[in-house]
């Protein structure tokens, strides 16, 4: 079965440095990977996906993902933190053919400083 | 298109209750899904159904009921309120097609208190 670990519930950086929040998967086979962000009081939004057609994915909002095979890894980031980027991200994994519900991981909470 | 859609938005029950999270879509979509989001826990999935009439169990079902009578609804059922219940739940719809590549649309969430 496939699984996702999020290092670090909370992570933290000044406005302007890089934004780099870490997830990991476990999958039998080769899987689908998202990335997910939620701001306070709101439901979950798509930011990216990777499919396959290119390991490193752009998503939304300056955010981009690059799938690592070999490290088993889809981290996300982002080279200049935002205010607005204060928000709890969530990596997920469905296995393929992705006949199958999502497996989210815990969370990482990203606070931004000014 | 109002997307997807929970009501209520909030609600207190006290232990022993029951009471039904209404979720509804208006995008056709064939797969409609539960969560419950807690502390340092991410989304767990209750029930999960990908059309009118069929419906699964999730990781965490114990304590909840839901039927799929048409696409456009899929109502979650506390069957007698407890307070590890006590959660915010989540409803999300997408095409039923190869469901895990599907981005999921996710309505804002009910947020439940058991006292």
């Known amino acids: 079965a496939q699984s996702v670990t999020q290092l670090g519930s909370h992570v933290s950086v000044s406005e302007g440095a890089l934004v780099l929040l870490r997830c990991n998967y476990s999958?039998?086979?080769?899987?689908?990977l998202f990335w997910y962000v939620q701001y306070p009081n709101q439901g979950l939004q798509l930011l990216l996906k990777y499919t396959s057609a290119a390991t490193l994915v752009k998503g939304i909002n300056g955010f981009e993902a690059e799938f690592k095979k070999s490290e088993t890894s889809f981290h996300l980031t982002k080279p200049s933190a935002h205010m607005s980027d204060a928000a709890e991200y969530f990596c997920?994994?469905?296995?393929?053919?992705?006949?199958?519900?999502?497996?989210f991981g815990k969370g990482t909470r990203l606070s931004v400083i000014a | 298109n109002a997307g997807v859609t929970q009501t209520p938005k909030f609600q207190v029950l006290k232990t022993g209750q029951s009471m039904t999270l209404q979720c509804a879509q208006d995008?056709?979509?064939?797969?409609m899904s539960w969560y419950r989001q807690d502390p340092g826990m991410g989304l767990r999935l209750i029930h999960y159904?990908?059309?009118?009439?069929?419906?699964d169990q999730g990781e965490v079902p114990n304590g909840y009921n839901v039927s799929r009578s048409t696409t456009e609804d899929f109502p979650l059922r506390l069957l007698s309120a407890a307070p590890s219940q006590t959660s915010v739940y989540f409803c999300?719809?997408?095409?039923?097609?190869?469901?895990?590549?599907?981005?999921?649309?996710f309505g804002d969430g009910t947020r439940l208190s058991i006292l």
């Open positions: 997920a994994v469905s296995d393929r053919p992705g006949n199958t519900p999502l497996v």
């Open positions: 159904s990908v059309g009118a009439g069929i419906t």
């Open positions: 999300a719809s997408s095409y039923s097609r190869e469901v895990g590549n599907q981005p999921q649309h």
């Open positions: 995008m056709n979509h064939e797969y």
């Open positions: 999958s039998s086979v080769p899987p689908y």
